[in-house]
């Protein structure tokens, strides 16, 4: 039985107008998968329905049923600023119903593993965000979970930081075989991951490994971005003919299998074309266009 399986799940809050969740169906187990998708499409409420903390309107939690093989990392780390490192996992691993043999076990082996064995007697207050962030991933690991959970994890952080969490991520995934879901907006983080499930206004519209999301875009992509106080008609009549393939969305257009000829061919200057190879971004564009117009439509 896969770690995280979900049929048909839908989910509602009072007053949204839609659903927050719309018959999702996902299934995960030992992979990195990433739930990508701004503010509204759906990551967090999905979360809250895999932790227990918001009840489907509809469809079924099939997996996971034990809560207690299930740990997540919030986008605001959830260490004590005035207890050490050290103190604060072996709290963790008491709230876990560890011994204190067990959890200073745990402690002895996560420490190196997440480059925290020099800051275990300092107070998490005084930590840096790379290391708040690596010292909280180590409170979720306390729990010897299978399942890991986590919500914007590098939120806050700098590049060399980011990195280095992505690093230790992906080093204890391999030792602990761990299945984890990574809720992120930023589409270079979902490209780390096996898979990408890309949701938006709450539904499923596609998933799939980073390189099968960009498939149909072919080799290269033109991306039109649209000035916003400027007319799009003319941009819109010059793609019809130039580029019928196209999709729009709210800010502008992807044109698949595009060359450099369609540069030089806009006739307006009110609008940025660029052509280059496809990136996961383009690739949300490209699958949530139809989503983007309905939701236009709705607005």
Partial sequence: MPAVELREVS????GLGRPALDG???SA????????????????????????????????????????????????????????VRENLLLAGALHGHSTRAARERLG???????????????????SGGQKRRADLARALMARPSLLILDEPTTGLDIDARAQFWRTLDAVRAEEQLTVLV??????????????????LGRLVAQGTPDALREPLGQ?????????DRDPAP?????????????????????????????ESCPVDHATVRVSAPTL??????????IHAEAEAFA
Wanted: proline share 6%; glycine share 4%.
């Fill in 109 to 127: 082996t996560l420490a190196p593993r997440l480059n925290l064995a020099e800051i275990m007697a300092t107070r998490c207050g005084r930590l």
């Fill in 281 to 290: 971004e383009d690739a949300y564009l490209w699958h949530t266009a139809d």
């Fill in 11 to 14: 989910a509602t809050y009072p």
């Fill in 29 to 84: 187990d030992r992979e990195m998968v990433a739930l990508l998708g701004p503010n509204g499409s759906g990551k967090s409420t999905l979360m809250r329905v895999l932790v227990g903390l918001h009840r489907p309107s509809a469809g079924r939690v099939v997996t996971p049923t034990d809560r207690k093989r299930l740990a997540v990392v919030f986008q605001t780390p959830a260490v004590d600023d005035l207890l050490t």
């Fill in 220 to 228: 290269c992509v033109a991306r039109v971005d649209l000035r916003p």
């Fill in 183 to 200: 809720a992120t907006h930023l589409a270079e983080e979902a490209e780390r991951c096996d898979r990408a499930v890309l949701l938006k």
């Fill in 24 to 26: 999702i169906s996902l």
């Fill in 235 to 263: 941009v819109r009549a010059w793609l019809d003919t130039a580029a019928p393939n196209a999709r729009w969305w709210s800010a502008g257009a992807i044109v698949p299998n595009a060359d450099a000829s369609l540069v």
